[in-house]
Structures are given as C-alpha cells and as structure tokens.
C-alpha cells in the first residue's frame, strides 16, 4: 500500500526556515516525479516545487524560487522541502505528492503537514 508521511511542519517567524521531509513507501519511489503542494485557506492548492524521479530537473513557483530547495534520496525514499526566508504568505498546509504518471503509474498524495509563518 502506498503511503506519503509528511514531517517538519510547524509555527516559524518571518524571515526563518523549516525543512519539510517526506517519506515514501509501498511503490517504486525512483520512477515517480515528486511534488510539493500547499494549500492556504481559501485558497486552490498550488504547486510549490517538482523534481524529476532522478533528481536531474527541479522546477519551482515563481513566488518561491531562490528560498526553497527541493531534493530526494532515492536510497531513503525520502523527498525534502528546504524553505528559507519564510513569508507570511507562505502559510499553508503542505503536501507532498508522488507522480507516475509519465510512465502510467498512479499518484499519491500525503496527509499534509501545517506550516505557519508568523511573528
């Protein structure tokens, strides 16, 4: 059974960093593009950050690039978010999601994990 678990979320000041982990199991973690969501209240849930099943390409949103790190271990079957220069508007529970389908795979989603950024 596949299974997302989203770690290291929590309360921050603006202007800190947390680093979002992301442990997989139960499905072939190096064939799957891994993703990082978040979802603000009110709000669509937005694409954060991607990186390719290898870890050869990431991309990013615009409105977090140059403060956000996305990287995997496909030994630990691990994904993380690195996320500096926190903003308040970077408040959002955060998901993490595994994407097969480029080779006609499935997608799995995590449970979410609450970043809050205020002082």
């Known amino acids: 059974q596949a299974q997302l678990v989203e770690s290291g979320g929590g309360l921050v000041q603006p202007g800190g960093s947390l680093r979002l982990s992301c442990a997989a199991s139960g499905f072939s973690f190096s064939t799957y593009a891994m993703n990082w969501y978040r979802q603000a209240p009110g709000k669509e849930r937005e694409l954060v950050a991607g990186?390719?099943?290898?870890?050869?390409?990431?991309n990013y949103a615009d409105s977090v690039a140059g403060r956000f790190t996305i990287s995997r271990d496909n030994v630990k079957n691990t994904v993380d978010l690195q996320m500096n220069n926190l903003k308040p508007e970077d408040t959002a529970v955060y998901f993490c999601n595994a994407d097969g389908r480029f080779h006609g795979l499935y997608v799995y989603w995590g449970q979410g994990t609450q970043v809050t950024v205020s002082s």
């Open positions: 990186i390719s099943s290898r870890g050869g390409n990431t």
